[in-house]
């Protein structure tokens, strides 16, 4: 077993396109710690045509490096919304809700934020969304704190994305996904969107003889 971390922000096409890849980790057994940094969270911005337009384009590059699916309502119903919130801080408290409770299952929580985003063309900026996507999944207590964040999980989830923030600063580091052999050296970017077998043997051989 590695101890990986896995930098990334709940709204970041790239990190979903990279999702098979960490679900790979996981059940290789890895120890994978998910890293929120923040990336697109507030003040974020308003859906305008002209960023629905770009961030459309970037997912079809996406989907045809990945085969990841972004459907057609995620484009209706999430990206054409004039004025519709883009903002990861709904979720990254949502995570960090998650992450507080039962941690081992943070990962599967996320896919199930990008699964909810684009194919389903959930709006994971709306709190009410995260908290019944919790619920679906059997996590009631985290599902309560994601309606209603209080101080003390905000505290909890700036101290995540402080640490992530700090990490990407250590090693040079400008995006995401981003994987690291445990908080040292980042592994190539490309192995995220690559196959699994070259993925599974560089974390392999990070971890030294």
């Known amino acids: 077993m590695t101890e990986l971390t896995y930098l990334f922000d709940p709204l970041c096409g790239w990190c979903y396109g990279a999702a098979p890849a960490l679900r790979a980790l996981v059940e290789a057994g890895h120890a994978v710690t998910l890293a929120p940094t923040g990336l697109f ?9 002209e960023f629905a337009a770009y961030a459309w384009g970037a997912d079809q590059r996406i989907a045809a490096m990945t085969g990841q ?20 801080t709904p979720a990254t408290l949502a995570l960090t809700a998650v992450w507080l409770g039962d941690p081992a299952r943070e990962a599967e929580a996320l896919g199930a934020i990008q699964r909810a985003r684009y194919v389903d063309g959930q709006d994971i900026c709306d709190a009410s969304v995260l908290a019944t996507l919790w619920r679906g999944l059997g996590l009631p207590e985290a599902a309560e704190r994601a ?29 995401v996904p981003a994987l690291l052999a445990g908080t040292r050296n980042p592994l190539p970017n490309g192995l995220l969107f690559g196959a699994r077998p070259a993925l599974l043997a560089a974390v392999a051989a990070s971890a030294g003889p």
């Open 69 to 88: 699916e972004f459907s057609g309502r995620y484009r209706a119903d999430v990206l054409d919304r004039p004025g519709a919130p883009f903002d990861s």
């Open 147 to 175: 309606a209603a964040p209080d101080a003390s999980l905000r505290t909890a989830a700036a101290g995540r994305v402080r640490a992530a923030q700090a990490l990407m600063a250590r090693h040079g580091l400008s995006g």
């Open 41 to 49: 969270a507030a003040p974020g911005r308003a859906m305008d045509p």
